[in-house]
Every structure is written in C-alpha cells, then in structure tokens.
C-alpha cells in the first residue's frame, strides 16, 4: 500500500490525464527495465515479461482513485471533532467553470493552522450552484450523506463574482446539515485581493492600462 500511495502522489504531482499516465508507465519500464538488464548482466532480456512487471496506465489510475478514498478518510477523521472553516474561488479550466475548495482548522498541537484540499470540482456561477457543490464535497467527509458532521464554521471568498460574501453563506444555510448556525457563521473576504485592486486602480488612472499595441509606462514595464 505504501508502493501504490507512492505511485498515487507521483501521478498526482504530474498530471491525471490518461496520455501522461501511458507515458509514466512506459518510462517506468524503460528505466527500471535497463536498470535490470544492466545490473544482473541478463544476457537473454525479454521485455514482455518484464513489462509486465511494472504498473500499466490503468494501473496507476487505480492507484490514484484508491489513495484518493484513503485521503477523505484520513481527512474525514482529521476534522471530525475540529472547527473548520472554508475558503473558496472560481476558476477555469479547458473553458469549464470549477470551484477551489480549501478548509482550514486550528492545530492546537502545533499551534498553526492546517489546510487541507477538498476539492476542485465543477460548479455553477451562483450562490446556489456554489454552494451546491460545497455540500457535495464535505458529505464526502461524511459517513452517511446530510449527517450533523463536519459542519462548516465560516467561509472566505473573494470580492468578485457569484458564490461570495453574506450571499454564499445563506445559500450554505439552505443545505441540510452543512455549516452551524447563520448568527455563529464567520464570513471574510480577501483583503489581500481588495489591497491589490486599490494598488491597481490607482496605478491604472495614474499611468493608463497596459495592453497589446499600448504605448505607456505600464506597457512599458511589462515588457521589459
């Protein structure tokens, strides 16, 4: 299991799309395979039979989704008595909308906060949407779906765009069993992101937006 949850986290670190996991699984063979070859001195080598010594794509697919399961529940069980709260922000990927989900509890032990990813999974642009596939995902923590586990004690977003700010936190109020109650329920937004758009406008209306074909300081900057 060790061997596989290595493998998992290399596949994972890399790419899971299928053509880079066909590429691993041949460079593996190549590698170890040469390796062998030159190590025993096999002067009669056949790499049939050592290819199928090593993981195949599907293989190491498998690997993947298995150590995927053994994560949410080593997380499911991290979280289980802790007060978590979730931050979150939309992004596109090849054109489809996905919602990053990270949750972040205090470690008293180690006195830090711990992050975790829940998910990357595809949403919709509203509040409702969001918050639909928030509650997808923690009652993947759950042991039975909608159970008064893992309960939500706030969530951060940035300033722009569905799924933000006191909206997103109602809409989280409408799922069964997702976050405690509105009046304990801590919503933030990022202040990093609101500091940068102050730097950014003013910057903007002093020098002009930089951009192709556009002959000024921010332009200017850019490019060099």
Not at 96 to 101: A, E, G, L, T, V
Not at 153 to 169: H, I, K, Q, R, W
Request: aromatic share 6%; with cysteine.
């Amino acid at each position: 299991m060790f061997s596989q949850s290595l493998w998992a986290i290399a596949m994972c670190a890399r790419s899971s799309d299928p053509c880079k996991l066909s590429c691993a699984a041949l460079v593996s063979y190549d590698c170890h395979g040469t390796l062998l070859q030159h190590l025993f001195k096999l002067d009669k080598f056949e790499p049939d039979q050592c290819a199928a010594s090593f993981p195949s794509d599907w293989c190491l697919r498998k690997y993947t989704i298995h150590q995927a399961g053994r994560n949410a529940i080593s997380l499911s069980r991290a979280l289980s008595d802790k007060k978590t709260h979730c931050s979150c922000d939309k992004g596109n990927k090849k054109g489809i909308s996905h919602f990053i989900k990270i949750l972040s509890s205090w470690n008293p032990d180690l006195f830090k906060v711990d992050t975790q990813a829940l998910g990357i999974d595809g949403s919709g642009g509203t509040d409702v949407e969001c918050a639909a596939t928030i509650h997808s995902s923690m009652n993947k923590l759950k042991l039975v779906d909608d159970d008064a586990t893992h309960l939500l004690s706030g969530d951060t977003t940035d300033n722009g765009g569905g799924g933000v700010f006191d909206n997103l936190a109602q809409a989280l109020q409408q799922m069964s069993n997702l976050c405690i109650h509105i009046e304990d329920h801590l919503v933030g937004n990022c202040t990093v992101h609101s500091l940068q758009l102050q730097l950014a406008n003013a910057i903007g209306s002093t020098f002009g937006k930089g951009g192709w074909y556009k002959m000024n300081e921010m332009q200017h900057l850019h490019s060099v």
